[in-house]
């Protein structure tokens, strides 16, 4: 179900029939498969939701949005419906606040990817925007972090590190800055311990290809904690209000701080147990707009802004994490964002490259990605998201081999017996699989994971040359 392939009409083989031929010209070619975006609609509003769905306990709450535990009374599927309202952001005209939220919808809709979480379908009222989400069962970082007694080791820090840069590449690749990344927008899909952790909550995300974005909604970002330095607000020399700047250079940043947490077992900065959510940090950025100051908020940018400062944190990492952690940490934590590494460049460090991705039901794996250069500006290149290689190598000391992985003969048969099959059909088996979550079915548990270690650069697609790849490096040609 996670496996999305893209197909090309190959050539025919010599000596194929007439009807092997036709076969192949209605294949689906990469540009005219079907969308996500396509699968996921609006089914109406709250009454045709209770219709659908038998509405159970609470999941959560946060500053502007409630999550409830459903069950679909058709397919008896689990999920998770977000509830969204209108007139919870002071001084919001209610076209702005659609503006914000129907945001969340565009970039979910957009986004198709084992790290991020779901979007099935959505219902709307006057006042409020009802997001039927993936049911993630396996709690937040923030709870695991918990478990952990606030801080892991370099290995687990490594693969939850890993799958975080993972969806912030998609979303990157995408256009999207998520703006509010932090250990409590992290879950994982289920209690089992090879679960997928996902990225959740873009209701504060910006698309670099919106021709016009409110300036009150723009200012509206971040948890003080995991806020970049050039977010924090600030004034010129004629003591006007200056606009934060949120690039995709601020999640790296957010991520290098939650990072810092796993490592080191304590914020990056100190707010004496006083965490400021985003509500609360916008309210105080409009306050700081509006001439007025707020202690909190003037300290946490201080200490951010500060070199000294930054320097004191990663050597209170040094002392408790690998060199090459602490190397990337450093990396990301850089205070100027246009020298800050980017999330593809992350990807490729030695902390992550290195380490091995390890699952008692796989053997250990090591990972190394192959990624395309930066232009003279430092930037990737656009079309260079979906070029890296990432290569995996099986461990036969541990007894993994080439039966390890489900990427073999049987997947090419099943591969063929779909591009053969009729159009509706093969419409039909996309928007089952669109509804079924991979953590819905254990039989499919081993794929998921073999998904994940031959996925190219963690953007959530495998190509025929990635199965190419997979096959080769279990002997078979």
């Not at 003591?239 to 796993?262: E, M, N, T």
């Not at 650069?457 to 002997?475: E, K, M, S």
Request: negative net charge.
């Amino acid at each position: 179900q996670e496996v999305a392939v893209f197909y090309g009409a190959a050539s025919s083989e010599s000596g194929a029939t007439q009807e092997d031929e036709v076969s192949t010209l209605l294949r689906w070619r990469a540009s005219e498969g079907v969308q996500k975006r396509n699968l996921v609609r609006c089914r109406g509003g709250e009454a045709e939701l209770h219709v659908n769905y038998e509405l159970k306990g609470s999941l959560g709450s946060g500053a502007f949005a409630t999550v409830r535990h459903a069950v679909d009374r058709v397919t008896g599927f689990p999920r998770a419906i977000k509830t969204v309202r209108t007139g919870q952001h002071e001084g919001l005209e209610q076209e702005i606040e659609w503006e914000r939220m129907l945001a969340e919808v565009e970039a979910l809709m957009e986004l198709t990817h084992p790290n991020i979480v779901r979007l099935h379908e959505y219902y709307r009222d006057d006042d409020a925007l009802y997001l039927v989400e993936e049911f993630c069962s396996g709690g937040t970082l923030a709870n695991r972090l918990t478990e952990r007694g606030g801080r892991m080791d370099a290995d687990e820090a490594a693969l939850l590190l890993r799958q975080m840069l993972r969806g912030v590449v998609c979303c990157h690749a995408h256009g999207l800055t998520h703006r509010d990344l932090k250990p409590d927008n992290f879950v994982i899909a289920s209690k089992d311990p090879a679960a997928a952790l996902k990225l959740i909550d873009f209701g504060l995300t910006l698309n670099d290809t919106w021709s016009h974005v409110p300036s009150k909604y723009a200012h509206m970002a971040g948890t003080l904690e995991y806020c970049a330095p050039e977010t924090f607000p600030s004034v010129d020399s004629q003591g006007q209000a200056k606009r934060p700047h949120y690039g995709q250079s601020c999640d790296v940043w957010s991520l290098g701080a939650i990072f810092y947490q796993l490592l080191v077992g304590e914020p990056l900065i100190n707010l004496d147990g006083k965490r400021s959510s985003s509500a609360e940090f916008a309210r105080m950025v409009m306050s700081v707009k509006d001439g007025k100051e707020r202690t909190i908020v003037d300290d946490a940018a201080t200490s951010i802004r500060s070199a000294k400062f930054i320097s004191a944190r990663l050597n209170v990492a040094r002392r408790r994490a690998p060199e090459d952690a602490c190397d990337l940490l450093e990396a990301m934590l850089t205070q100027d964002p246009a020298a800050r590494v980017t999330a593809v460049k992350a990807l490729q460090h030695r902390f992550l490259a290195d380490r091995p991705l390890t699952h008692s039901q796989l053997g250990p794996v090591k990972m190394r990605i192959d990624m395309p250069e930066a232009d003279d500006s430092g930037d990737m290149p656009h079309a260079a998201y979906a070029l890296p290689r990432v290569v995996h190598r099986f461990s036969s000391a541990t007894g993994s081999g080439p039966s390890a992985s489900p990427i073999d003969e049987e997947l090419i048969r099943k591969l063929r017996r779909f591009a053969r099959a009729p159009a509706l059909h093969r419409l039909a088996v996309l928007v089952e699989a669109s509804m079924v979550g991979p953590q819905d079915d254990e039989a499919i548990k081993k794929q998921v994971l073999a998904f994940r270690m031959h996925d190219r650069g963690g953007l959530g697609v495998l190509t025929a040359d990635d199965i190419a790849d997979a096959l080769r490096g279990q002997g078979l040609e």
